[in-house]
């Protein structure tokens, strides 16, 4: 932080100098041009011919032994917000650590392999910022959840395995959405450009949109599990079971739809709406819970469990993601 003067020309007009080294650093000239922004009380100056800076992560593949762990650390490259990610090694990368890396680059959009050697791996990201609508791509997100959802259940009420398996795989690639909104919104968070580029508000409306991500990306978790409870079930189905979950999901997906539009229109009044309707779903819940004690079939009754603790959890989630509006009415 720097503390400087102000001071006024003959004009009137106040003057305040940039410190040599950070206008070195920015590559300021002479009669360059730059910006200025009022933001919530603080003036923004911005070079309007700045390049964007490359940001690199290295990761030394000999300290993961196990796919998941690296593969849980490249994303996190990813999301962070590195154009580049050096997977890199004080001997060699072996064959099996090749195919982890490359199993974790199909999980990323818009990553690609740029290098490859013997030692060194380098991932270079290509998603530009700009192409994108965080508002519309956040929305594309919520429908896709909720089509995962909704075939789930439908697989489940027809006894459609192939339905259900079908979910589940669409589910487990929505987390590449979910990784690339991530990525989107918390470089939109660090950088004033991005979010003018991408729509996405002011920083208040973009951290509250962060949260709404996260929120939205529970329910497409949830969503894909109830698909694979669905193929652990045997037999037949209770009639009453298979009405009450079917309401269980009519009632969750329309507090789902409604919290994405309070938070869309920031409408307080159905914010309200959807966390009052969380009762509902606990009820027909405990209905379910409560049946299931006379079935003879543990493994069936244990599969129907899950499904609606996970149909209990996404109505949570929904409402979490009212409580997100109205944060965000009153950000």
Known sequence: MEIRKLQT??????????????????RFKKGDLVSLQLEQGDIIVTPTNAKPVSQTRSIVIDEFKDQKLLELCINA????????TEVVSKDKILPDQKRWVRHAVEGLIGVEIAEDYSNRIVLQNLVDPSRFDMDKLLERFSETSKAIFQDAIKAFVSNDFQLAEDAFERGEESTKLYRLLMRLALSAARVRKVRDD??????????TKIIAIRELGRVAYYAMRIA????????????EIISTIQKMMKVTIEMQEQAFKALSTRDLALASSVIDRMVQVRKLYENVQATLLKFENERTALAISLIVRDIRAIAGYTVA????????IYA
């Open 77 to 84: 490259s990813y999301i962070q917000g590195h154009d580049v």
């Open 9 to 26: 020309t003959a004009a009137g007009t106040f003057v305040v100098t940039i410190p040599k080294d950070w206008a070195e650093k920015l």
């Open 321 to 328: 993601l009212a409580d997100d509006a109205v944060l965000g």
């Open 198 to 207: 991408m729509n996405a508000g002011d920083f208040s409306t973009v951290a």
């Open 228 to 239: 694979q409870h669905v193929g652990e079930i045997e037999g037949e189905l209770d009639e």
